[in-house]
């Protein structure tokens, strides 16, 4: 059998033990990491198709009788692999505070108000070309407790899984310019040359007139190795 | 063709679960499946305090040792907000010269990367795996399930005594 494998793409990542981010010391591994060739396990992954995603789930102000308050925003880009080509058909979920910063969680406490037509969740599936589009609220930033006074920069978590277990990621998008960036020690542990890939671009061409903001944000999955590997044992 | 730089990953956070749970996130396989057992665990930091605000995803083989059947669904997705995680399964053929394993995905607040780790089960051979065979002897045993009542449990050390191994992939 011959399989290729995903590059590895270590250089992109914040480190696991990022001390300005308090939450990391005691959920660190100690250990170094064991490498793990790519075998069939890791260069497969699950087909999660159009049944995990009903007609509503892309508009996040569309989800109750009434609209949400706050800024409307299209977000939208492509999911591509490390090699440019795009990734259809594959599930996108994202979650995210309403426009006060409170998300609907039972642990988030802090003195701003819920709002009753806004739930913060959002999943989609790319399209041929691997595009992809919500419609939602600005987050606004929010305090939290890992530091005197700390912020979170507003954001918006996506959860992708590409084609395989290797090309699984988790991440937060960011939106330009935001003044918050110098102080946040989660978006600061990434690789400085790295930060800008999670700022989303702001998009005049796909604003809608008299109705919404637009920000474009593509999300780059592990690309193949370019040499197959000799045997399904790698 | 050009190479793309990839996108940095960041931390679920603590309020995955709106955007993470699903109802039927734990079934790999429904309910009355013959031969479906229950893997549940606890996750634990490096003080051994149980961590509520994880996501453990298990991707796995059908009993058969392939991916790649129709209805196979092969993944499992559960949180940890009662104190540990539980997905409800059937045990994996071999694959490829592997010994049986599941693949697994850690998220949580403060792990700004996910942890992968493996599962392999007590019952089987597992001398000749090459992936075992690559991880030090006195910490295989971190990558192997125990036999409950109703299935498997199988805790992830993320630090300290014990800390389970965990993968580069």
């Known amino acids: 059998m011959t399989l290729a494998g995903y590059r590895r793409d270590a250089d992109t990542h914040p480190p696991l033990d990022s001390p300005e981010y308090r939450s990391t010391r005691l959920r660190h591994p100690t250990q170094p990491l064991t490498l793990l060739p790519h075998r069939l396990t890791e260069v497969t992954g699950p087909l999660l198709g159009p049944g995990r995603v009903g007609p509503l789930d892309h508009d996040l102000t569309r989800q109750h009788d009434g609209e949400p308050v706050g800024q409307r925003i299209i977000v939208h880009g492509r999911v591509l692999d490390g090699d440019g080509r795009p990734i259809p058909d594959s599930l996108i979920e994202i979650w995210q505070a309403n426009a006060g910063g409170r998300y609907r969680h039972t642990g988030d406490r802090w003195p701003s108000p819920l709002d009753p037509n806004f739930d913060g969740v959002g999943r989609t599936l790319t399209d041929a070309e691997g595009r992809y589009e919500f419609v939602t609220i600005k987050p606004g930033a929010y305090p939290w407790r890992n530091h005197d006074n700390a912020w979170r920069p507003a954001h918006i978590h996506f959860s992708l899984f590409g084609r395989s277990f290797t090309q699984r990621l988790v991440t937060q998008m960011y939106f330009p310019d935001d003044p918050l960036f110098g102080q946040d020690p989660i978006f600061n542990a990434v690789p400085e040359r790295a930060r800008f890939r999670l700022v989303s671009r702001f998009d005049l061409d796909r604003t809608r007139p008299e109705w919404a903001l637009a920000f474009e944000f593509d999300i780059v999955l592990r690309g193949r190795d370019a040499t197959p590997l000799e045997d399904g044992h790698g | ?169």
Do not use: K, N
Request: one cysteine or more; a negative charge; proline letters at 8%.
């Open chain 2, 1 to 169: 063709m050009a190479e793309l730089p990839t996108t940095p990953s960041q931390t679920v956070g603590p309020y995955l679960h709106i955007g993470l749970s699903w109802d039927d996130g734990p079934y790999v396989v429904p309910e009355g499946t013959p031969g479906a057992v229950w893997l549940c665990g606890r996750v634990l930091d490096g003080a051994g305090e149980v961590v509520t605000d994880a996501l453990v995803e298990s991707w796995q083989a059908d009993p058969d040792g392939r991916f790649d059947q129709l209805g196979w669904r092969g993944f499992g997705r559960s949180d940890t907000r009662d104190g540990g995680y539980a997905i409800h399964t059937v045990v994996p053929g071999a694959v490829a010269g592997q010994a049986p394993h599941l693949d697994v995905s850690v998220f949580a607040r403060g792990l700004l990367h996910r942890l992968v780790t493996r599962i392999y089960f007590p019952e089987h051979e597992r001398s000749e795996d090459p992936v075992l065979r690559s991880v030090p002897p006195e910490r295989r045993d971190t990558l192997v399930a125990t036999r409950t009542g109703d299935g498997y449990a199988f805790d992830v050390r993320i630090q300290g005594e014990r800390e389970t191994v965990f993968f580069d992939v």
